[in-house]
């Protein structure tokens, strides 16, 4: 999907062209970040990236797991409505973060990349919960995403209905959604990934300077980071 087409404003969050823009999204997202090889074998790198530019933070606060000085620095950009996005969240983080993250191998980055506004109210959401919640937020989001993500739901509501799960009164959830400096700053970690990074599907992932494109298993991550270790 274009980035000319990916501009969020606060209208579209809460507006009825979020459904349409949805479903754009998951057609783009699916054609885009698709996994190309097998499952297990490690994807080729589709390009080189500046490492040191791109540990530098943006606007927000990192999320970060495992040491800094770590051998192995991953970052994923990834999208909430993205179904290769909640498919590695719940086959793959898990077990690479025991094995590597845990063990003092990897430092583990994760960057907000909506490819449409329900990703982006959704990101809103989990950076307006106290920070030791955003990974919590996030894994429940895609858990669930089938439950609020569809284009054919009110996603307004099934939002509001999990983020009271996570705290969050309407009041709150509101005020969230309606921020425009979060909503910017939301957009500003997309835009910089975009341009300065070449990120442009979902998830993609930045390791010691190369950019890997579309889903990993447990084995093809593990025999990309056991590669630089």
Same mark, same amino acid.
């Given at each position: 999907m274009p980035m000319s087409d990916m501009l969020l404003t606060k209208r579209h969050l809460l507006g009825g062209s979020a459904v349409a823009a949805l479903s754009v999204a998951f057609s783009a997202v699916?054609?885009?970040?698709?996994?190309?090889?097998?499952?297990?074998?490690? *994807?080729?790198? #589709? &390009?080189?990236?500046?490492?040191?530019?791109?540990?530098?933070?943006?606007?927000?606060? /990192?999320?970060?797991?495992?040491?800094?000085?770590?051998?192995v620095k991953i970052v994923e950009y990834?999208?909430?409505?993205?179904?290769?996005?909640?498919?590695?969240?719940?086959?793959?983080?898990?077990?690479?973060?025991?094995?590597?993250?845990?063990?003092?191998?990897?430092r583990f980055?994760?960057?907000?990349?909506?490819?449409?506004?329900?990703?982006?109210?959704?990101?809103?959401?989990?950076?307006?919960?106290?920070?030791?919640?955003?990974?919590?937020?996030?894994?429940?989001?895609?858990?669930?995403?089938?439950?609020?993500?569809? *284009?054919?739901? #009110? &996603?307004r509501a099934a939002l509001l209905q999990m983020s009271k799960l996570a705290g969050f009164t /309407?009041?709150?959830?509101?005020?969230?959604?309606?921020?425009?400096?979060?909503?910017?700053d939301v957009n500003s970690v997309r835009e910089r990934a975009a341009k300065d990074f070449g990120v442009n599907a979902t998830p993609t992932f930045l390791i010691n300077g190369k950019r890997y494109a579309g889903d990993m298993s447990v084995a093809a991550m593990s025999k990309l980071i056991d590669s630089l270790l």
């Open positions: 699916a054609g885009t970040a698709s996994a190309a090889t097998a499952e297990d074998e490690v *994807p080729p790198s #589709d &390009g080189n990236v500046d490492m040191n530019e791109v540990l530098k933070p943006g606007p927000l606060p /990192e999320i970060a797991l495992g040491k800094e000085d770590a051998p990834m999208s909430l409505t993205c179904p290769h996005c909640a498919h590695f969240a719940v086959t793959t983080f898990d077990t690479i973060k025991q094995k590597y993250v845990d063990t003092g191998k990897v980055i994760i960057r907000e990349f909506p490819f449409d506004p329900r990703a982006a109210a959704a990101f809103m959401l989990a950076r307006c919960a106290p920070q030791e919640q955003y990974m919590p937020m996030v894994e429940m989001l895609f858990k669930q995403q089938i439950a609020w993500a569809s *284009p054919d739901v #009110d &996603g /309407e009041d709150s959830f509101t005020k969230c959604l309606t921020n425009q400096k979060r909503l910017d």
